[in-house]
């Protein structure tokens, strides 16, 4: 089962800046009550977390290193939906990005298997 849809990629040039959007499917309500979280699977590499946002404050609480400063992650409760916005963009942050439900367990972040979208893929050119 889907439960999120992520989209708002695209090619965009190295400086340049992309908001991705996930938005949950009709099937759930219960967005707001879940941890998000972004993640990236570079080509040929393994996904990685870029960031993620806790649903009972509203704040991000993780960010990669390489992104911390560039991203910024944020929700709205109300649209059921998460976003990533990103600026400046690097070649390095070509991916597609996924933004799964997250669960926290002790220090580390559990998404269920069902929680996978199709991604957004973002190509940053030179």
């Known amino acids: 089962q889907v439960q999120f849809v992520e989209s708002g990629g695209g090619l965009v040039q190295a400086g340049g800046s992309l908001r991705l959007s996930c938005a949950a499917s009709?099937?759930?309500?219960?967005?707001?009550?879940?941890?998000m979280a972004w993640y990236g699977q570079a080509p040929g590499k393994q996904r990685e977390l870029v960031a993620a946002?806790?649903?009972?404050?509203?704040?991000?609480?993780k960010y990669a290193d390489s992104v911390r400063g560039r991203f910024t992650i944020s929700r709205d409760n109300a649209k059921r939906t998460v976003y990533l916005q990103m600026n400046p963009f690097q070649p390095a942050d070509t991916a597609l990005y996924y933004c799964?439900?997250?669960?926290?367990?002790?220090?580390?972040?559990?998404?269920?298997?069902?929680?996978w979208g199709q991604g957004t893929q973002v190509t940053v050119s030179s």
């Open positions: 799964p439900a997250v669960v926290r367990a002790g220090g580390t972040l559990i998404p269920p298997p069902d929680s």
């Open positions: 946002i806790s649903s009972r404050t509203g704040e991000s609480f």
């Open positions: 009709g099937s759930t309500n219960t967005f707001m009550y879940s941890d």
